[in-house]
């Protein structure tokens, strides 16, 4: 069920080689390409698209502007196409400036909720969002303060420095459903439920997450992380923004 669907196996991958199967000029003016297989991420669960360019075969570079995903579809909407016909072979270029900053602040998010859930009496993340050089995260802690960021901030930092590997998974349903804690939400329940395997992104000794994002190799690689901003937003909500020094 994941065919073609490139950056769900390798993080890494900047740059790879598909045929184009579809052009479609919308009625809004928003041109989409389809290809047979593709490393764009698209934009889902809090973590923005990739960018980048689409190399035609004559060398031409046309610039790929969002990337979404609707029933296992990936649009690619992109600048004027013109020469650019279904069946070409092109080239694939990722911003990987973008790409990289993106699985840096991903995987701190994932850090963050290992640390909340095992350290601190049962808190749990309830969501998040990722933006081009800092992220946010909602956690339902009824007890945390502004005060405590500090000691949450240095255990997260101490954590990324123990070099943690970042593994990559696919498991059957049947399998991953045993797994506790693999799905947090309502919503992530309902997809266990609906799919027939499940990738599972582990930060290794820490926590097991299905996932559908890019992420790092190694928590090493994250950079020093830095909490930015405090909201209470009632009782069993507050949010934390951060950036890394990294990026």
């Known amino acids: 069920m994941y065919e073609g669907m490139l950056y769900l196996f390798d993080s890494y991958l900047k740059s790879f080689d598909a ?37 035609m075969p004559n060398g031409k570079s046309i610039r790929v502007l969002r990337v979404e995903k609707a029933d296992d579809v990936i649009f690619h909407y992109i600048e ?21 900053a993106h699985m840096k602040l991903h995987t701190t998010v994932h850090l963050i909720d290992a640390i909340v859930k095992r350290k601190h009496n049962g808190a749990f993340l309830t969501g998040g969002q990722i933006y081009d050089n800092r992220a946010r995260f909602d956690v339902d802690w009824p007890e945390l303060g502004r005060d405590m960021l500090p000691e949450l901030e240095a255990e997260t930092n101490q954590e990324a420095l123990m070099g943690h590997a970042i593994l990559v ?79």
């Open 80 to 100: 004027n196409p013109a020469g650019l016909a279904s069946g070409d072979v092109i080239r694939g270029e990722i911003d990987w400036k973008r790409r990289y």
């Open 19 to 55: 045929t184009v199967t579809v052009i479609d000029s919308g009625v809004s003016g928003d041109i989409k390409v389809i290809m047979d297989r593709t490393a764009f991420y698209p934009t889902g669960g809090g973590q923005p698209c990739d960018t980048g360019v689409i190399v």
């Open 169 to 247: 998974k696919f498991v059957k349903r049947e399998e991953a459903k045993k797994i506790e804690g693999l799905a947090r939400t309502k919503p992530g329940e309902e997809l266990l439920n609906r799919l027939e395997v499940v990738r599972i992104v582990e930060i290794e000794g820490l926590d097991q997450q299905m996932d559908g994002g890019t992420h790092l190799n190694n928590t090493k690689e994250m950079g020093e992380v830095k909490f930015i901003n405090y909201e209470s937003k009632g009782k069993h909500n507050k949010r934390i923004e951060f950036t890394l020094a990294s990026i």
